[in-house]
């Protein structure tokens, strides 16, 4: 039974990795011809209470108490509301596979937050290696964007970028100490509805409602970011974390970047060239490498308990 769990665990983060790889573009898609933080609220207050409906009527969960509650709030507001949302309002003015790579930094940001939260704990010579290597590889990105830079539209679309992916990192910590005893597919479901509240006052004070266009291509792209990129891979994710380590759960990250830089040069000829493709690798492997000073960490710690 517990190979059987351990195997299912898998193939969610597997769903993961791809799924969410694709949403960059379904979400890139959408923004730009629709109030952002308006799309997400349609996106979130639809996905989430579907698949709370779906738990509840299945008879594995019932209504949780108010401090689960509470917990899938605030991982709603970091996860959704902070995390995702707001790099779907950057996705506005920068491309799917920049945002994507930026993300993809969320591993660090999980190491470096839990290395601050656990005051015994200091990076090693592979965790600082780790992150130089990742740094280098965002510069080199960069690098092909410079002249991009003069749009301040732009800049905070890449600033408000990695403010998300440290918010996501943050929910992801909080979510895998609190979630011990919960359904982790009810918790997905309310995170995505308490993300999608508190999405409410952004759209009021940010959004410009006469952007508003009901094309096919909206359409289409909610309906597979509800559906597929939100009920389906959001549950996924909320049981891998819940049933694997949180360092191998954030692997998606390395997965994510490559098709999103793909499906975005393919579909909205967003650039790629060698030295792209040089420094998605480089980031990568920094993210790699962190994870193996982390992990190096870990067995030297079980090793000396």
Avoid at 56 to 82: C, E, H, I, Y
Avoid at 233 to 255: D, E, F, G, N, R
Wanted: hydrophobic share 55%.
């Amino acid at each position: 039974m517990k190979n059987e769990k351990n195997v299912l665990a898998y193939l969610a983060l597997a769903a993961v990795c791809i799924i969410w790889g694709t949403t960059y573009l379904g979400l890139r898609i959408g923004v730009t011809q629709f109030p952002p933080f308006l799309f997400s609220i349609i996106r979130f207050l639809t996905a989430g209470p579907i698949l709370i409906l779906l738990v509840l009527l299945s008879g594995r969960a019932q209504w949780p108490d108010k401090k689960v509650l509470f917990n899938q709030a605030v991982s709603g507001l970091f996860m959704v509301t902070l995390g995702i949302s707001v790099v779907g309002w950057a996705e506005m003015y920068i491309s799917s596979g920049v945002a994507a790579i930026i993300c993809s930094m969320m591993p660090i940001w999980t190491v470096l937050i839990n290395v601050f939260v656990t005051k015994d704990e200091q990076p090693n010579w592979l965790i600082i290696l780790g992150l130089v290597t990742g740094l280098t590889g965002i510069v080199l990105i960069f690098g092909e964007h410079l002249s991009e830079f003069s749009n301040s539209n732009y800049t905070a679309g890449i600033v408000l970028t990695f403010i998300a992916n440290l918010s996501w990192a943050i929910g992801s910590i909080w979510i895998k100490k609190k979630n011990t005893n919960s359904n982790p597919f009810l918790n997905a479901g309310l995170q995505m509805l308490f993300g999608g509240i508190f999405l409410i006052p952004f759209t009021l004070l940010l959004d410009d409602y006469s952007r508003i266009n009901w094309n096919s291509s909206v359409v289409y792209s909610l309906a597979y970011m509800s559906l597929v990129g939100s009920v389906a891979a959001y549950a996924c994710y909320s049981y891998a974390i819940k049933k694997l380590p949180m360092t191998l759960v954030s692997l998606y990250a390395y997965i994510n970047p490559i098709v999103a830089v793909l499906l975005g040069w393919l579909v909205l000829d967003e650039k790629l060239n060698g030295r792209i493709a040089l420094a998605i690798l480089v980031t990568i492997a920094g993210i790699y490498i962190v994870n193996k000073g982390y992990q190096m960490k870990t067995a030297k710690k079980l090793q000396t308990a």
